[in-house]
């Protein structure tokens, strides 16, 4: 069995679902892509292939052996995207939490069924279709859990709002303890660099007190204020839409110590070491343009 345990973003990590590029498909047809920087790549015929995705994993698989941190794949389902197991589920507290995903994305959550068999069966949370989540939009952080929405009309148009204000009102009702703030993220079907496509995408905590973010990615400028008096705004590091779209705010924390970076992040990851950081530098620019990265390829289980 699986005693889950996840509290917060970056306490040590110690069990985890990390994706997988193998057998991950030919290369999509435009129709079939559901976020824009896909789409972007595969017009510009620079699509990344699945042995360049590979060995990009198989470096972050790498740095997980390096801390002892037991790892589960996705079985393999034939020519299937199965690399962003962050979104299909997400642990909170004890509780596994699974996903209503986008419906192209659906059969991903069979492939870690066999995860999911190794959890008390009572701490298995599923809900009606109705109710939208993905985990790159919740985020766990002390009292708090953040959930990044998108409350536009057009909600059920727009291929890159994952997670409704239903989603939110389920987690609430399941988490009375916390504090469920959701903020309200911008987005765009056709243009990546104004696109906060989940949370993660334009926000995360580093560390004990810090965090990155693109102001930008929120719609509403008191969500971002919230963020500056929670954190502080010495404790930001303000990332471009040109970054954001390089995803880095999308970096992974085995610690609150040592954070997994891309290696061409050279401002952040200065930034990072000079706050007393560890970066475990690799690279994962392939696996970047599909509008995902490191927070993305993984799905914690247990952190200390
Ligand atoms: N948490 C995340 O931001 N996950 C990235 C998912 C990327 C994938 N191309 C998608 O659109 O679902």
Not at 31 to 45: F, M, V
Request: proline share 4%; net charge negative; charged share 25%.
């Amino acid at each position: 069995m699986i005693k889950l345990n996840v509290q917060d973003e970056t306490s040590r990590l110690r069990a985890v679902v990390l994706g997988t590029a193998t057998s991950s498909g030919p290369i999509p047809k435009i129709e079939d892509a559901y976020d824009p920087k896909s789409i972007e790549n595969i017009k510009a015929g620079t699509y990344p292939s699945e042995e360049d995705m590979y060995i990009e994993m198989e470096a972050f698989n790498k740095v997980f052996e390096k801390y002892n941190v037991k790892v589960y794949r996705p079985s393999i389902i034939e020519n299937y995207n199965q690399i962003f197991s962050r979104d299909i589920a997400f642990v909170v507290e004890d509780k596994l939490i699974i996903s209503n995903i986008l419906p192209d994305r659906e059969k991903e959550v069979e492939a870690i069924k066999y995860v999911i068999d190794q959890v008390d069966a009572s701490n298995v949370i599923t809900t009606t279709d109705d109710v939208h989540f993905e985990g790159g939009d919740v985020m766990l952080w002390n009292n708090y859990i953040f959930i990044g929405t998108y409350k536009g009309h057009d909600y059920a148009d727009i291929i890159t709002a994952r997670t409704n204000m239903k989603g939110v009102n389920f987690i609430k009702d399941l988490f009375p303890n916390k504090i469920v703030k959701e903020f309200d993220l911008v987005k765009s079907n056709t243009n990546a660099k104004i696109n906060a496509l989940h949370l993660d995408c334009c926000f995360q905590p580093v560390g004990k007190n810090k965090a990155i973010i693109h102001k930008e990615g929120f719609k509403n400028e008191e969500d971002y204020q919230f963020l500056v008096n929670l954190f502080g705004v010495e404790n930001l590091f303000h990332i471009t839409a040109d970054e954001m779209y390089q995803m880095f705010s999308n970096v992974f924390s085995i610690s609150p110590e040592v954070v997994v970076s891309e290696q061409n992040f050279t401002r952040l990851n200065n930034w990072l070491r000079e706050q007393g950081f560890i970066v475990e530098e690799i690279p994962y620019a392939e696996i970047g343009k599909q509008e995902g990265l490191l927070r993305c390829s993984t799905m914690p289980l247990v952190r200390d």
